[in-house]
Structures are given as structure tokens and as C-alpha cells.
């Protein structure tokens, strides 16, 4: 029952609040939705971040470098698109220093993008969100003194209508719009962490790469195998 009067006093401070209370509707349902994906993104490219770090890693201490650009080829996410980029260019033996990491932070740029998306619609939803509540209240007074000028004179309730959706839409703009900010904050700073991880971790796995195919302990362009020592020639 408890339950049951609440929803009904949530819908009658929708209904009290007049027409601006729909458009607002629309920003919560459209900030709800965009923080349950990124928040779901970010965590899933955080665990197969760490995860396929460590396992190209393994392969390539194998030799197995096909195999390793298999598993960036198959596995979605920032860090697996930049590793196949530079575990592409060290197979095809182009391993000219400036080249590999002009493609390699190229990768990084456009896989940057990908992480951000979606947070321009918050960051939008949260600017939006109170100019809207504001924007209910003017319209809320403007209804209470246009009351009171056809009346004639100051009555509370003449006023008290205008009054409270101002009140209301207010408030709903505020309720929406601190969330989707705290919620904006948080995944700046996780996608901030993300990179520096992805950096780092990118960096320590294609430099040991790079230099395994200076030494020649990775096979070069042409070997299948990506067994160490062999060269691909028949």
C-alpha cells in the first residue's frame, strides 16, 4: 500500500507539474540509459583489457605472434585494436621505429573516441535538465501573475497553481540534472584511468615485441607458424 501511494503521488507531481514535466521525463530516460551503457562498457573493456594484455603477452614470449593477432582480431575493445595494429606491422616486418608508433597512437586517437561516446549526451542531459526545470518555473509565475491581473486582486489561491509548478519542475530539473552530473564526473575520470592503463600496459607489451623482432626471436612476414628462429622460406 505503501508503495502503491507513493507512485500515485509521483504521478500527480508529474500530472501538477504542466507540460514541461515531459520533456524532462525524456532527459532522465535518456541519462538512465546512456549510464547503464557506458557504465556497462567501461567495466567489460577494464576486465578484457587486463585479460587480453596478459594473454598476447604469453603467446608472444611463445613465439606464437599469429596467434596473438588472432586474439586481438577476435577479441572487441581499445587495447585489442591498438595491439593488432602493432602486432600487424611487426609481422609484415615494417618495424621502422617513427612508422609503428605513428600507426599505433593513430589506433589509440580513433579507439579514444569509441571510450568517449555517449558522454556528450550526458554532459548535455545535465546542462539541459535544470535550463528546462528554470524554464517551467518562469512559465509557472507568468501563469500566477496573469491570474492575479485578471482577478484583480491577491488571493493565494490564485497563485498557488503557478506556484507549485514552478516549484515542481524546478525541482525535477535539479533531481535529474545532479545524478547525470556525478555520473558524467565518474566516467571521465574512469575512462582517464582506462587510458593510462592502456598505455601503459599497450606500451609494455608492443615494445617487448618489437624488440623480440629486432633480435630476430620473431618470425617475420611470411611465417604461419610464428615459431622462433624460422624465417618462412621453403
Known sequence: MEGTGIQYALLTMFKD????????????????????????????????????????????????????????????????????????????????EQEFEKAVKTTGVIELGFLERGLVVLATVANVAPLLGFLGTVAGMITAFGAIAVAGQVEASLVAGGIKVALITTAAGLVIAVPVNIAYNYFVTKIDKLILDMEQGTAAVLNLIWEMAKGGQLAPAGNRGGIPGHTGAR
Not at 25 to 41: E, P, Q, T
Open 17 to 96: 507539474g504542466g507540460v514541461m514535466m515531459y520533456p524532462l521525463l525524456l532527459c532522465s530516460l535518456l541519462g538512465l540509459g546512456v549510464i547503464i551503457a557506458k557504465g556497462y562498457m567501461l567495466q567489460v573493456a577494464g576486465f578484457r583489457s587486463k585479460n587480453l594484455l596478459t594473454q598476447v603477452m604469453d603467446r608472444v614470449k611463445a613465439g606464437q605472434l599469429d596467434a596473438a593477432i588472432e586474439l586481438t582480431e577476435t577479441t572487441p575493445g581499445p587495447v585489442a585494436a591498438i595491439l593488432m595494429s602493432g602486432l600487424r606491422r611487426i609481422r609484415e616486418g615494417r618495424t621502422e
